[in-house]
T-cell receptor, first 113, second 109 residues
Framework: GAGVSQSPSNKVTEKGKDVELRCDPI?????LYWYRQSLGQGLEFLIYFQGNSAPDKSGLPSDRFSAERTGGSVSTLTIQRTQQEDSAVYLC???????????FGPGTRLTVT | DAKTTQPPSMDCAEGRAANLPCNHSTISGNEYVYWYRQIHSQGPQYIIH???NNETNEMASLIITEDRKSSTLILPHATLRDTAVYYCIPRGNNNDMRFGAGTRLTVKP
């Protein structure tokens, strides 16, 4: 079946602009996760959704970052007033339930100029 | 969460078995051992996971020592497409997957 999809695959934006990144999880998966990966670095956890609620926002690096999930499906990660240090690959993952294995999307490469 | 130690890099000849070790000596009783890999410029890919018993699926086998302090991921017949960074991740009740540095496996013709 279809895996996790993310859009756009690449995004170049100017410093100070807002960006929205989208994630479509695997159908039927209740849990959704956002991570980011800076060049040559490991994955950094950002936020986790169970259904539409986000019980764990501990990884969001600043209040410029927010995320929502509607209908228990699609999620949007929004970064306001982007900074150059926000440049990274943003990865989304979903799992059938929170304790199950996570399946990752291909990521969105964000470049802030 | 348990800390892990993996060799930074390994080579394997195409067609041969690749055996990737992981030390997780501080693993707790409720933590599973997950293995993922990340091929260049792609998202991480789930491979296999286990708690105590050895596991096998279409991708790999996972051997966990009886004391659970270490495990080995086995790719039985490595191909060039198996070249990737492989991550061993102990995971209990936490929501996120905590990726370390992993092992960069290079499969050579």
């Amino acid at each position: 079946g279809a895996g996790v999809s993310q859009s756009p695959s690449n995004k170049v934006t100017e410093k100070g602009k807002d960006v929205e990144l989208r994630c479509d999880p695997i159908s039927g998966h209740t849990a959704l996760y956002w991570y980011r990966q800076s060049l040559g670095q490991g994955l950094e956890f950002l936020i986790y959704f169970q259904g539409n609620s986000a019980p764990d926002k501990s990884g969001l690096p600043s209040d410029r970052f927010s995320a929502e999930r509607t209908g228990g499906s699609v999620s949007t990660l929004t970064i306001q007033r982007t900074q150059q240090e926000d440049s990274a690959v943003y990865l989304c993952a979903s799992s059938f339930q929170p304790s199950y294995e996570q399946y990752f999307g291909p990521g969105t490469r964000l470049t802030v100029t | 969460d348990a800390k892990t130690t993996q060799p930074p890099s390994m080579d394997c000849a195409e067609g041969r078995a690749a055996n990737l070790p992981c030390n997780h000596s501080t693993i707790s009783g409720n933590e599973y051992v997950y293995w993922y890999r990340q091929i260049h410029s792609q998202g991480p890919q789930y491979i296999i996971h286990g708690l105590k018993n050895n596991e096998t699926n279409e991708m790999a086998s996972l051997i966990i020592t009886e004391d659970r302090k270490s495990s080995t991921l086995i790719l039985p017949h490595a191909t060039l497409r198996d070249t990737a960074v492989y991550y061993c991740i102990p995971r209990g009740n936490n929501n996120d997957m905590r990726f370390g540095a992993g092992t960069r496996l290079t499969v050579k013709p």
